[in-house]
């Protein structure tokens, strides 16, 4: 039987990204991601959960979300769960982080003062035209594991 691991997910850049390379030489750029849930409690209130991610993304496309993407953009986020593991040095125990790995990603902006968004690719400086965007929303990149 086939298993699933997917996750879509739409929200605001808690920080602006961080780019760094493996021993490989490989990019790699991490940066938190804020989604919120609103609902109504059995009272009427309006209530307000806020979850917190931690993202990766990889390879080029990592180096473009580090030159387009800033604290607070809106992103359109799909991609993968990973879980790492390793041994803390200073308190010798095992520690685990669950991070989004992103596939594709899309800048989205808010229209107005209206809460839609448009799912438009984002703007990119003229000298990496459509291959950035290409890159950005994950065409014609490979879906390779990527282990550190």
Known sequence: MRSVNKVILVGNLTRDPELKATTGGQSICTFGLATNRVWKDQNGEQKDLVEFHEITAWARRAEICHQILKKGNLVYIEGYLKTRNWLDEETQ????????????????????????????????????????????????????????
Do not use: C, H, M, Q
């Open 93 to 148: 125990k095992k520690r685990y982080r669950t991070e989004i790995v992103v596939d594709d990603i899309i800048k989205l902006e808010k229209r107005g003062n209206s809460e839609e968004v448009s799912e438009e690719p984002a703007d990119t400086n003229a000298d990496e035209g459509s291959a950035a965007e290409a890159a950005f929303t994950g065409e014609n990149e490979s879906k390779a594991e990527n282990n550190f």
